[in-house]
């Protein structure tokens, strides 16, 4: 699969996927990258370690913020995938050096919860 | 996205490490949004100051970037978690105070205004109409669009920061006049409306529309009712823009319906310990407005109202802050409901408000129950 590349790098992991947009600085614990959300699809999961997959941030600019913590305390997700980049996921990756791409909409819903992928933000390709 | 070579040099880190990174956040949201270019802004207002919501991660890093940074246009800034001159009324850890001392001097030295608002667009002089800005606080960011004639995006902590650091913006998405149509209309339904009424459309707006939304059903918008419908929207979306027009596009109805499930969303308890105002901190017009309203009254619980410190002066010559101080209330400046240590479960179990904001972050970051009422409600049902 093809994707746009936001934010360099590469990882591998388990695909975390959400159908909920992410309000960062409501949403998730910076301390802990558990979902705090009652109302949120992945409420109760943690992002740490996970290729977190959601369709794009919503709310607080501060999400950024939240972003750059998760990594501060080892609790950020492994990379992104988004369905569309808003500007405050992509400036909170950005800073943080964590691999942020955008896939279009049929590739985005064929990502599957809990598969593992091999991410290459550089050449541009999810396996 | 296409730099200039001076652009280039800076994002290679021929002009130092600080401005590498800058270039390197502007750069990665240019490719997120298309943008072709970077061009000027004039000013930056910048979200990111309350120790509460940027942690000692964030307090680290602005510490570290005020070493050798300066801002290059015109810096303003959002509230902090505190009101220093108040802080012995409230048991706050020493901690805390600490943490936000450092990064009001991070702001401070790097230049920025000691503004500590999130109502820019009210207490500031604003540029003429059509001048890019670089908004983050998303409520400041859509009243820039939709009510001061400015121009920005619904930026981010970060890209505001760069911006603030190289006077530049990607010209992309509300920069580009032709991305500021809305494609969506929500048609109000709602027969009797007040602010409360209007945060409900604005975050039920904010769910279902993309950069820009119209809506329709409604001509006159006073300032509190606008500043609830930009708040409301800000926080559960990422729709930076709304006209008061019939739009092209999808037409969606907001009726009492899609309100009551907004509402069971967001007000979980039927009562409160104490009331908050002030989520956009309040602004002359609502406090003289607030004033009127209590005028032979007083609160039954305990009433914490937040502002802007550049509007103490105004209230207190104007007698507004006595009559209000009278009535039971408590002034809070340079901070905001939203991730106030002031307020949590420790010390509160439930916060009567009328921001729909200030719901949903009391609610999942300060985790205390909300009663969402409208002022007039409030001043009704709880003072005497």
Redesign the interface.
Known sequence: MNVQVIVKGKTKGALLVSRNPINFLGGIDKKTGLVRDENHDLFGKSIANKILVFPFGVGSSVGAYTIYSLKYNKRAPLAMICLKADITTASGCAISNIPLVVVPKRDYESLKDGSKVSLDAIKGNIL | MELTKEEEAALDGKHGETLA?AY??L???G???ESEKLIPIEWAHL??V?YN??????E??LSHLSKDTKFKVKTTVNPMGLDFDTISKYELNEQFIQKQQSIKDSYEKMGAIPSFSCIPYEIFELPKKGTHVSF???NA?IYANSVSGLKT????????L?SAITGKSPCS?LRDDKNRKPNVTIQMKIKNKDELTYGMLGYFA?KVAGNSVAISGTTNLDKRSCKSLCAGM?????CGMFTLEEGEGEKIDFDDKEMQNVRD?LNTSESGDVITLGSPQLGLEEISDLAVMLHGKSFRKRCMIFCPRAIKKQITDLGYAKEIERAGGEFLYDCCI??TPLINKDNVDSVITNSVKGA??LR??NGVDVNLKSLSQIVREETK
Do not use: H, M, P, W
């Open positions: 990174l390197r956040v750069v990665a949201i490719e997120a949004t979200s990111g309350n919501t940027i942690g000692d991660a964030g680290q890093f983050a606080e998303s960011a995006n619904k930026e981010g902590a970060f890209s505001a760069a998405d904010g800000g926080t559960s979306g990422r969303e939203c991730l949903y972050y999942t970051s």
